[in-house]
């Protein structure tokens, strides 16, 4: 069956500091993949999308990559502040086995700026 | 302000009251969903529409029932719960549904759920 990972244990970060957040993902050949970023009693806000053409997407202090090889996603914070400690998920989508709205999420991470 | 509005943001109710819960989307997308969300799981998918067209149901109870009288509007009719369907409801939309563009979904603040 399709399965995504994600760091199950919260992540600790000194701010200033890059934050990288993993997103494995097994028995599935996703055509993209999206970020979002969840606060606590808030719903997921989107944040970048990747293709599995696109070897790296960025957008202001963010960073994705996307290794269809290693069937691995990286999500790379820089320069982190205390304002990016939330929850962030994984969402895998464009296979063929996906349902109408096509996304598979991760559990996701839990992330700690700490001042 | 997400462009998606959930109502109400809390809701306590007993296994035998029956109540509904609503969005409400001001993004013009053409495709609305519901999503449930339960403590250290990943986000469940229960409904999606398209078109005001039911085009997913992802074998849910039916004492779970989704109503989208247009396309701006999604409703889930709640009778009859089991204390296991306390949760968080969110409901989200999308420019376009299905998964080939990968439109990404705007979600609303969602419903916080206890049933008693």
């Known amino acids: 069956s399709q399965k995504i990972e994600q760091n199950s244990e919260a992540l600790n970060i000194q701010e200033g500091k890059t934050a990288t957040l993993t997103c494995n993902y097994t028995n599935y050949s996703p055509a993209y993949l999206q970020w979002y970023r969840q606060d606590p009693g808030r719903g997921p806000v989107f944040l970048l999308l990747i293709r599995e053409n696109e070897k790296e997407k960025r957008k202001e202090r963010l960073k994705v990559t996307f290794d269809t090889t290693l069937k691995q996603s990286l999500f790379h914070i820089t320069a982190s502040q205390p304002a990016d400690s939330a929850t962030y998920l994984c969402?895998?989508?464009?296979?063929?086995?996906?349902?109408?709205?096509?996304?598979?999420f991760g559990k996701g991470t839990h992330l700690i700026i700490q001042p | 302000e997400t462009g998606v509005t959930q109502t109400p943001r809390h809701l306590v109710m007993g296994m035998t009251n029956k109540k509904s819960l609503k969005c409400e989307q001001h993004?013009?997308?053409?495709?609305m969903y519901w999503y449930k969300q339960s403590a250290k799981k990943p986000l469940e998918l229960m409904f999606v529409y398209s078109l005001e067209e039911r085009v997913e149901n992802n074998s849910v109870p039916s004492r779970f029932s989704p109503e989208c009288p247009n396309s701006s509007h999604l409703f889930l009719h709640l009778h009859t719960l089991q204390p296991e369907d306390s949760a968080l409801y969110l409901c989200?939309?999308?420019?376009?549904?299905?998964?080939?563009?990968?439109?990404?979904?705007?979600f609303g603040n969602g419903t916080r759920l206890t049933v008693t």
């Open positions: 989200a939309s999308s420019q376009e549904p299905g998964s080939i563009e990968g439109s990404p979904l705007h």
């Open positions: 969402a895998l989508g464009g296979d063929s086995g996906g349902g109408a709205d096509g996304l598979t």
């Open positions: 993004l013009g997308h053409n495709a």
